[in-house]
RNA sequence: GGAGAAAUGGCAGAGUGGUCGAAUGCGGCAGUCUUGAAAACUGUUGAGGGUCACACCUCCGGGGGUUCGAAUCCCUCUUUCUCCGCCA
């Protein structure tokens, strides 16, 4: 959510930063500044008619005590009045207040300057790549063939036990599964980020916390019995540890990494895209969460961009980063880079990672904030990566390092796996 | 799941109808003292709205009610603790 204060002082900056994500805000951003105007004079309204309430009260309680019942009685009637009016501009109050609310939360995040303008992927500028495209033999298979004819995963049984999108990992393939989580967890805990386990189900106000209510909530598995969401990304549970948190300058940089399982519902395309481990209804992910000051945050998030690469790069896996346009950018981010695995027998380019900074735009819906030097509350910066997702590193893994009788295991992988190859 | 108790500032803990945004202690911050630190002493120390700055307003788990007036009384929800039951 974009601060009050910043739309009121930059709005003009902020409707031309806004049409990099090909949005018009500027009718928008007027209803925002009319109702956040009518709301401060309702305000003022209301707290003159309780200043007025509260003077009435103390003298009708010393006239109580000096014995003067009948005066009191008399300035009782004035305060009846004055209650009906409070209680007017009461309700006026919230309801402009929630108008302004909904209409705040209608407003994506300011992209940064460096965003470039565009409409969707095909726009996202290519920045980086490293890593060479293995050759394959003749008769190399997708990942959703190696997984059967290695026996390692299984998507029908998947089916039967819950629906599509929710594949049982079997034998070496279960195995090498977790094999990537606990090395990505070493790799994070070693770069400095604090590991923690949280919980995979989050209250409706965490979902507001981080952007995904109330606009996404049918990404979101939703359970009415007890009014909870499975997460969509560990980010959430990890993110919301921070809501209504005031920090010392002192506590920064605070950095957590964790392991959870993802639940998305998509309902998304059909076909060769979402075959196989391309998209999933429950996949891992190795989440990294930083809350920093705002005059470290990008370096921050260039620091998140090097270590993915570095955990690529140990991989040796062909891969690219990519900088989103506008158009692709998240409805709270402010600046994401996108990493992906080149899949070598789909041909394409396959997302593992997305690294964001959100600067003000969730701290500000959480209530995130430190005490400058004078004192003073600010809102932090918070910033997510994955590092990694894993259900396209594996498919880069098991399409890449296929030979003809058997699929190789990354170096760094084997002391994790207990073997060196699938076959 | 059943029975009872409780929820107050960073923490602990007073406060049972007006003078309470809230005693006191601890912690934090600043100062005095000290070569420096500790100790001691002094001062200061919740959040939000509003204002040029004051004034002023709101908040004592959430919501509603009684009253001229609520941290304090009533209803309700949530959470926590104790006991019993069940259980990985």
Redesign the pocket.
């Known amino acids: 959510m974009l601060q009050l204060n910043a739309i009121r002082e930059n709005k003009d900056a902020i409707i031309e930063a806004l049409k990099k994500r090909n949005l018009d805000a500027a009718s928008l951003i007027a209803t925002v500044l009319d109702l956040d105007e009518k709301r401060?004079s309702l305000?003022?309204n209301?707290?003159?008619t309780?200043?007025e309430?509260?003077r009435?009260?103390?003298e009708?309680?010393a006239l109580?005590k000096t014995g003067k019942a009948q005066e009191a009685n008399a300035l009782?009637e004035e305060?009846?009045n004055l209650?009906e009016v409070s209680k007017q501009l009461t309700d006026d109050l919230n309801d402009t207040a929630t108008a302004l609310q909904n209409a705040l939360y209608q407003i994506p995040n300011v992209p940064h300057d460096s965003v470039p303008a565009g409409k969707s992927e095909e726009d996202n500028e290519e920045v980086y790549k490293e890593g060479t495209v293995p050759v394959l033999f003749d008769g190399a298979l997708p990942h959703w063939e190696l997984a059967k004819k290695y026996d390692i995963i299984d998507f029908e049984l998947g089916v039967k036990i819950a629906g599509a999108g929710f594949p049982v990992y079997k034998g070496k393939g279960a195995r090498l599964q977790r094999a990537l989580i606990n090395y990505f967890l070493d790799k994070n805990t070693a770069a400095g980020y604090n590991e923690i386990q949280v919980p995979h189900v989050v209250n409706e106000a965490s979902g507001y916390g981080t952007g995904q209510l109330p606009d996404k909530e049918g990404q979101m598995y939703y359970m009415p019995a007890d009014d909870l969401y499975m997460i969509p990304t560990a980010e959430v549970p990890v993110t919301n540890i921070f809501r209504d948190v005031?920090l010392n300058e002192k506590d920064f940089p605070i950095t957590h990494t964790a392991y959870t399982p993802c639940f998305r519902r998509e309902a998304g395309s059909y076909g060769a895209h979402v075959r196989g481990l391309n998209r999933l209804h429950q996949f891992d992910k190795v989440e990294i969460v930083r809350v920093e000051h705002p005059d470290k945050s990008y370096e921050a998030l260039n620091g998140m961009v090097e270590h993915v690469k570095d955990i690529l790069r140990e991989l040796k896996l062909p891969y690219r980063i990519l900088r989103l346009c506008g158009g692709d950018l998240g409805f709270t981010s402010a600046l994401t880079f996108d990493f992906e695995v080149f899949s070598t027998a789909q041909d394409r380019w396959l997302e593992i990672s997305s690294v964001s900074n959100f600067e003000t735009f969730q701290a500000n819906r959480l209530k995130l904030?430190y005490?400058d030097e004078e004192?003073k509350?600010q809102l932090a910066h918070t910033l997510n990566g994955s590092s990694l997702a894993l259900p396209r590193v594996l498919a880069g893994i098991l399409e890449n390092y296929q030979t003809e009788d058997g699929i190789r295991i990354p170096e760094v992988l084997i002391p994790y796996c207990g073997f060196d190859r699938i076959d």
């Open positions: 401060r305000q003022t209301l707290d003159n309780l200043a309430s509260n009435l009260s103390k009708i309680g109580y009782k305060t009846a209650k005031i904030r005490k004192g509350s």
